[in-house]
Nanobody
Framework: QVQVVESGGGLVQSGGSSGLSCVVS????????MAWYREAPGKQREVVAR???????HYADSVKGRFAISSDNARKAVYLQMNKLKPEDTAVYYC????????WGQGTQVTVSS
């Protein structure tokens, strides 16, 4: 049984920093990439950052220069460091593991107060 467990997030002041962690277990097949998505109220879910097994990263334009994604392949973990947070970063953040199918975490709330 695949489990994707996220931690971190919460309430942060505008301009502050926060970090998210995600650990996956039970995946039987190769993991191609790991990513963070977010869904804000009234908006479509969007990819925030993605990292492949070889370390290639991709960021949404809205977070470039502020967020950093990293991973620990041995631990099957992915992290998201979020700096210079803005109220528009408020959303539920989801960890996604890309394998033969995609596995999603339950989501963790990040709220940035102005």
């Amino acid at each position: 049984q695949v489990q994707v467990v996220e931690s971190g997030g919460g309430l942060v002041q505008s301009g502050g920093s926060s970090g998210l962690s995600c650990v996956v277990s039970g995946v039987k097949y190769a993991i191609y990439a790991m990513a963070w998505y977010r869904e804000a109220p009234g908006k479509q879910r969007e990819v925030v950052a993605r990292i492949t097994q070889t370390g290639l990263t991709h960021y949404a334009d809205s977070v470039k220069g502020r967020f950093a994604i990293s991973s620990d392949n041995a631990r099957k973990a992915v992290y998201l460091q979020m700096n210079k947070l803005k109220p528009e970063d408020t959303a539920v953040y989801y960890c996604v593991i890309e394998s033969v199918e995609d596995y999603w975490g339950q989501g963790t709330q990040v709220t940035v107060s102005s």
